[in-house]
């Protein structure tokens, strides 16, 4: 038995909604590394309330593959993605540690990177900041086929320091302006 949270295919589906005019991912259909362990996260809430919360790690890995036609999202068209999240008010191990947030572009398969700095945030988990400020970009394929996928991610891997009280809210797919 593995750590790791990997949702199957009917979580991936049941996590994505529709609200806005945005596309929303519920951190039910994200793949956690260590989310199956609870002493590393745990699960707060339900359905649209669902939390995932980091209680702590030193390896955070947070990421998402879901299957174009899943997401619904227009052929052809631009969007951008951005994570919700918030800290709670005993959040550790973030200065000096940003978190690096990745999409995999899927029409021309190039990866594109930003970095946000966590211990910038309120430390209030009723308080939720969109990260990073300036979002990821990426483009739906004008044709693609059944298992063409949209891949992202949050990382923090590279610095090997403990690290907990993230909350993540839901993962934000908007069309762009």
């Known amino acids: 038995m593995t750590s790791h949270y990997k949702p199957d295919d009917k979580d991936k589906k049941e996590a994505i909604i529709k ?5 929303i991912i519920r951190p039910k259909g994200l793949d956690v590394t260590w989310g199956k362990d609870t002493r590393y996260w ?3 809430g339900e359905g649209e309330n669902e939390v995932r919360e980091l209680l702590q790690v030193s390896w ?14 227009e052929k052809g068209s631009c969007y951008t993605l951005s994570f919700r999240v918030s800290l709670k008010s005993d959040a550790f ?18 990866y ?9 945030l309120p430390k209030d988990e009723n308080k939720t900041t969109t990260i990073p400020i300036n979002k990821l970009t990426f483009q739906i394929p004008s ?10 991610g949050l990382f923090e891997i590279w610095r090997g320091r ?13 069309p762009k302006k």
Request: aromatic share 8%; glycine share 12%; proline share 3%.
């Open 42 to 44: 745990t699960v707060k």
């Open 112 to 120: 594109q990177w930003k970095n946000a700095d966590l211990s910038l």
């Open 19 to 23: 609200r806005d005019g945005n596309t």
């Open 143 to 152: 044709s693609y086929d059944k298992k063409s996928t949209l891949s992202f």
């Open 93 to 110: 191990g973030w200065n000096g540690c940003p978190v690096y947030l990745m999409v995999k572009d899927p029409k021309e398969g190039k």
């Open 60 to 73: 955070l890995e947070v990421t998402g593959s879901i299957l174009l036609e899943d997401l619904g999202l």
């Open 162 to 174: 403990w690290k907990g009280g993230l909350r993540i809210h839901e993962v934000i797919i908007s």
